[in-house]
Nanobody, 116 residues
Framework: QVQLVESGGGLVQAGGSLRLSCAAS????????MGWYRQGPGNQRELVAV???????KYAESVKGRFTISRDIAKNTALLQMNSLKPEDTAVYYC??????????WGQGTQVTVSS
């Protein structure tokens, strides 16, 4: 059974940093990309950052220059380094595994709260 376990969320003041990690356990085949999404209060879930197997990253415009995604493909882990955090970054952050075939896998979510 596949599980995505996230960690690293918490409460931080504006301008601070957090690092989220996601570890995938179980047998996962055909991973196309790993990434992070977030859902703030009253908002739809949105893409934050994603990295494919070639190491190419894509970011939401709102986080470019502040967030950095990295992956260890062999270990099926993904990190999201978040710097210069803003109150509008407050959300539940979800790890995502996008597969070539079959449905995506999702983590349980980790809360990030940025105080002003």
């Amino acid at each position: 059974q596949v599980q995505l376990v996230e960690s690293g969320g918490g409460l931080v003041q504006a301008g601070g940093s957090l690092r989220l990690s996601c570890a995938a356990s179980g047998s996962i085949f055909g991973i196309k990309a790993m990434g992070w999404y977030r859902q703030g209060p009253g908002n739809q879930r949105e893409l934050v950052a994603v990295m494919d197997g070639a190491g190419i990253a894509k970011y939401a415009e709102s986080v470019k220059g502040r967030f950095t995604i990295s992956r260890d493909i062999a270990k099926n882990t993904a990190l999201l380094q978040m710097n210069s955090l803003k109150p509008e970054d407050t959300a539940v952050y979800y790890c995502n595994v996008d597969r070539v075939l079959g449905p995506d896998y999702w983590g349980q979510g980790t809360q990030v709260t940025v105080s002003s």
